[in-house]
């Protein structure tokens, strides 16, 4: 099972099979700050107004859904 950050998961089982233990370990920071921009200051940064819990984590799905295309984009 994926960890998670903040009660939303870092990872996905298909992101993980894709990944090195090296680029899972890059993977997993980027999203740990990336989810803690987005719920801390993603929707308003001047006011310092984050994103609810729920957009967050839809949108971390959808992101890590993005980069696993790019990926295999990047494999062509």
């Known amino acids: 099972m994926p960890e998670k950050y903040r009660d939303i998961p870092l990872t996905t089982q298909n992101s993980e099979s894709q990944l090195n233990q090296r680029q899972l370990t890059s993977y997993r920071a980027h999203r740990r700050r990336l989810i803690d921009w987005m719920l801390d200051e993603g929707k308003d940064p001047a006011r310092?107004?984050?994103y609810a819990h729920s957009t967050a984590t839809m949108r971390a799905y959808r992101l890590d859904k993005f980069y696993r295309d790019v990926w295999n984009a990047?494999?062509?």
């Open 48 to 50: 310092g107004d984050g």
């Open 74 to 76: 990047e494999r062509r």
